[in-house]
């Protein structure tokens, strides 16, 4: 009777120990936690991503922005990642897709945003500061054919608006536009979305058209009427 209790004993202890490393390795389960003030500084602002162009906003601790039409809202996570959803209808809450994102700040000073997805880590996004737009710009404002003079480039129409603030391109029939800084009447600057350089565009005006010269590619814009 006691081997067989000193059996049962040691079979109990050997099943707890084996039991014991999956129960204490098992994740915890993510819940919704408040951004940090830092946070909520560094991630509100202008962004240059490599799907357009971006305006986050903070109001309280809620942190949203629009994109293609959607009103999304940012969500931080008790793994320090902040996650994207938005509202179908405008009440029912879809996340969007399994990516998390994180914020970065390089060495310059510069503020990222680095997508997290399937093991796989990427800049998408670099905040920018917008800066005034000079006359001579708001007075291009408006939608202009563009006929290709040089390069490979697809650009068949581009609309000028403003948007918060900063001067954008929507080209062709895309919903999502693209920011310009304004450095001259006769430059500008593409933002980076998270490469070194920011693209420099050079303008000329001739005979009422706008000429664009970029990445060996040379554009005219023709105003529509």
Do not use: C
Request: glycine content about 4%; aromatic content about 12%; hydrophobic content about 40%.
């Amino acid at each position: 009777m006691k081997a067989f209790k000193l059996n049962y004993l040691l079979l109990v202890t050997a099943v707890y120990f084996l039991l014991l490393p999956p129960i204490l390795l098992a994740k915890t389960p993510l819940h919704y936690v408040n951004f940090t003030a830092e946070e909520l500084k560094n991630i509100q602002g202008h962004y240059s991503t490599v799907y357009g162009y971006l305006h986050i906003r903070v109001k309280g601790k809620s942190v949203n922005t629009r994109y293609d039409g959607k009103y999304i809202q940012l969500l931080k996570k008790s793994d320090g990642h902040f996650y994207a959803r938005y509202k179908f209808l405008w009440i029912f809450p879809i996340s969007i897709g399994k990516m998390s994102f994180t914020l970065k700040k390089t060495a310059k000073g510069k503020i990222q945003i680095v997508m997290h997805e399937n093991n796989r880590h990427k800049v998408v996004a670099q905040k920018f500061v917008a800066t005034p737009i000079p006359a001579a710009w708001k007075k291009r404002l408006g939608i202009y054919k563009a006929t290709r003079l040089k390069g490979h480039s697809d650009i068949k129409k581009i609309r000028l608006a403003i948007q918060n603030g900063v001067l954008v391109s929507f080209s062709n029939n895309l919903n999502s536009p693209y920011p310009l800084i304004a450095k001259s009447n006769t430059q500008l600057v593409s933002p980076s979305a998270g490469h070194n350089y920011d693209r420099s565009i050079k303008i000329s005006i001739a005979k009422q058209a706008i000429i664009l010269e970029f990445d060996n590619n040379k554009i005219k814009l023709t105003k529509s009427n």
